[in-house]
């Protein structure tokens, strides 16, 4: 048998014309209900690779942004390769990037720069639910149809096709993988209403008429209605995860399905000539590994496709920090060390994220988050948050200090831990939880850009001469719209649009700094957030939102019982890895309760095992900045391992890790006051043998969990 090197180099350029080189692309008719297959070709000839966009690992972790050009795919893809990657790994010296994980970090198929060529196919489907989705399929070089394994790569948040590049892609390309991606039915998709433009597959531009089907997200919407929206709030913008309408997340696990699909037939295609030829095997779930994998969104998308998959189709599964929502079972209860035991569990994302949204604002000020990290809300928005929870009876205490821990121990109350507490406020301040509330409010709703859902949209802004502390609506910079593929991360605020408050007394402004209208006071929005808040709490708690509040929170509801996860993996390896300090998905309602679910759903077949990492959030690439630094470790690097393990437990049989919390050591300050680059020493490995005061226990009743 011919190497793979051999193989798909001479494929390569017999399907290319004689000649492949970087970027050239074999268009395929649709099939299987996918649009046009564009193929590129990425060969060492060229300089461009699947991994790096041509960059090279050097590259990745220099901040220095991409030059973009709008009107060259290529230069839209190198650019959202580039910007994807940075926001899920920190590529700062010190965090571990090129000594612990990164292309270059052995065992890795990369070149001396990091670099990995292939071939990627990409095309965007349209379902009869209404999502368009965009499926990428990226096989390496090295691919060796003989020992044929795929990896699921769904983006992370509401990301692009390339918001897993540097977590599941990059693994998956390091060991010579085939890597299935898929935006999920999320994504960049941005229609301008403004100017009418959508995006097209490859990140163009182009009229809404003359992208029609091509387009990745148009809102639907008549061209009547689009004018008058225009007329009455200029310059505003449509998001797919927010306004397709259809809920995306509700099939989240068929999109992944979908992209092992794709994958199937890319490998099969690519593999012709050398199957006529003896050398390769017809590719099927019978003689190929898969792994379902990735983080946050990502991760929960995989959990949900290991649930749906056919059997024998997903041979083991790895996710972090994943966004599930269990079904709430009532029969266990959570017990953190010697702690109270936690019954109210299983919350869904939407219900402890708009409780915190309604807080947090004020718990800022509380005397334990003074040092927390980029806790740089002006703490007279916090004041002012503080005094309208307490004039709408939301809060008892009445001097300052008291009502900011009051707030903080409702959060905490809620099944929030601790250790959430000092990642919080640089969350809020970065307007996080605020913009995933926003989002999902419309998602699971499935609201049109029309309703401007409890008075919020999306627009760009700036500073306002005449009151230099509020951001009125502005047009967004052409250059800006024209490079949204690239820049954009799925979920506003990005690529300079924000989130808008509509309904503020002087109009519509930055919704983070606007006042409400009920109480007058510069809040932080309470009106806005007490009406998402009121989408599932079952009451409305402002007069002006009693009207047609019932039927949006009854289609919420209905949306949220669309994506609520079975646990039912039917014996599939499982690892699920979560970080402790994680303040965006809080280990109590999703990891936590998603292992012991599972273990109770498959009872004796059960293989899911349970990592908890102390010291570790949800944004790894907060890491980089001052106070993150010194408190926090990469969670990624015990994802990489995590998928390490996994991989020699279905290859080699070894065994699986036990459920265990890793105690890590953060890097905090040496002698000089400087933060030291982070070490293995910090970092304890995953163990097959874990301290028992580390184990994490189920018996069926209590999830023990250790300190």
Not at 382 to 407: D, F, M, P, Y
Not at 447 to 467: I, K, M, W, Y
Not at 495 to 523: E, I, M
Not at 639 to 656: I, K, N, P, R, S
Request: glycine letters at 10%.
């Amino acid at each position: 048998m011919r190497s793979m090197d051999g193989w798909l180099a001479a494929a390569l350029i017999a399907l290319a014309g004689g000649g492949a080189v970087a970027g050239e692309r074999d268009r395929q008719p649709p099939r299987q209900g996918w649009g046009e297959v564009v193929v590129s070709r990425y060969l060492e000839s060229g300089g461009n690779d699947l991994l790096t966009g041509g960059l090279g690992a050097a590259r990745l972790a220099d901040p220095t942004p991409v030059p973009v050009d709008p009107a060259d795919p290529e230069s839209l893809r190198t650019a959202a390769i580039f910007n994807n990657y940075r926001a899920l790994v920190d590529t700062s010296p010190g965090g571990g990037y090129g000594r612990l994980y990164g292309p270059l970090v052995a065992p890795t198929a990369a070149d001396a720069a990091g670099r990995i060529y292939g071939v990627e196919y990409l095309t965007l489907t349209a379902d009869r639910h209404g999502d368009k989705v965009t499926l990428m399929v990226q096989i390496p070089q090295g691919f060796d149809p003989r020992a044929a394994c795929i990896v699921t790569a769904p983006s992370s948040g509401s990301r692009g096709v390339y918001g897993a590049i540097g977590t599941a892609g990059e693994w998956g390309l390091k060991r010579n993988c085939a890597v299935a991606y898929t935006d999920k039915g999320t994504g960049t998709g941005a229609h301008d209403l403004a100017r009418d433009e959508v995006g097209l597959l490859r990140g163009q531009r182009v009229d809404a008429d003359e992208a029609g089907n091509r387009s990745t997200f148009t809102a639907p919407i008549s061209e009547r209605q689009r004018q008058r929206f225009d007329t009455r709030y200029p310059d505003h913008f449509a998001w797919k995860h927010a306004h397709s309408q259809t809920n995306p997340e509700a099939r989240w696990g068929h999109h992944v399905l979908q992209s092992l699909d794709f994958a199937f037939y890319a490998l099969n295609r690519e593999l012709a000539a050398a199957r006529a030829a003896g050398d390769a095997p017809l590719l099927d779930q019978d003689n190929t590994l898969v792994i379902a994998s990735s983080v946050s969104n990502g991760g929960a998308a995989s959990l949900r496709a290991a649930e749906l998959a056919r059997p024998g189709l997903i041979d083991g599964v790895v996710v972090s920090e994943p966004n599930v929502n269990p079904i709430q079972d009532r029969r266990f209860a959570i017990q953190q060390g010697d702690g109270s035991k936690l019954r109210q569990h299983s919350r869904p994302l939407y219900d402890y994220l708009t409780l915190v949204d309604l807080y947090q604002g004020c718990a800022i000020l509380a005397p334990a988050n003074q040092t927390a990290p980029l806790n740089l809300t002006p703490p007279a928005l916090g004041e002012n948050r503080c005094n309208s929870l307490r004039a709408r009876g939301l809060l008892r205490a009445t001097g300052l200090v008291e009502q900011a821990e009051e707030a903080q121990r409702i959060i905490n109350g809620y099944g929030i831990l601790p250790e959430q507490n000092a990642v919080a406020p640089g969350y809020w301040a970065s307007y996080v939880g605020q913009a995933v509330a926003v989002t999902y409010a419309n998602a699971y709703a499935r609201a049109s850009v029309l309703e401007n859902l409890c008075g919020f949209s999306f627009a760009a802004v700036g500073t306002d001469p005449a009151s230099p502390t509020l951001d009125r609506v502005v047009p967004l910079p052409e250059s800006a719209a024209a490079t949204l593929f690239a820049t954009a991360n799925g979920i506003p605020p990005t690529a300079g649009v924000a989130v808008v408050n509509n309904d503020a007394p002087d109009g519509a402004v930055r919704d983070l700094v606007s006042a409400s209208r009920s109480t007058g006071r510069q809040d932080q929005n309470l009106d806005g957030h007490l009406c998402l808040r009121s989408l599932i709490v079952g009451r409305p708690t402002m007069a002006l939102w009693a009207g047609s509040d019932r039927y949006r929170r009854h289609r919420l509801a209905d949306g949220i019982d669309q994506i609520l996860a079975s646990a039912r993996l039917r014996g599939t390896p499982t690892i699920l890895v979560h970080g402790r300090a994680d303040a965006l998905i809080a280990p109590n309602h999703s990891s936590r309760p998603y292992y012991a679910l599972s273990r109770l759903q498959d009872g004796r077949r059960s293989r899911i095992s349970y990592v908890e990492v102390t010291h570790a959030q949800h944004l790894d690439a907060f890491n980089a900045l001052p106070g993150y630094d010194e408190r926090f470790i990469p969670l990624h690097h015990y994802f990489v391992q995590a998928m390490d393990l996994m991989y020699a437990h279905l290859t080699e049989g070894d065994a699986l890790p036990p459920s265990q919390v890793v105690r890590t050591l953060p890097r905090g300050r040496d002698a000089e006051g400087s933060v030291p680059p982070i070490e293995l020493e910090n970092l304890p490995p995953i163990s097959l043998t874990p301290a028992e005061d580390a184990r994490i226990s189920f018996d069926g009743r209590t999830l023990a969990i250790p300190d």
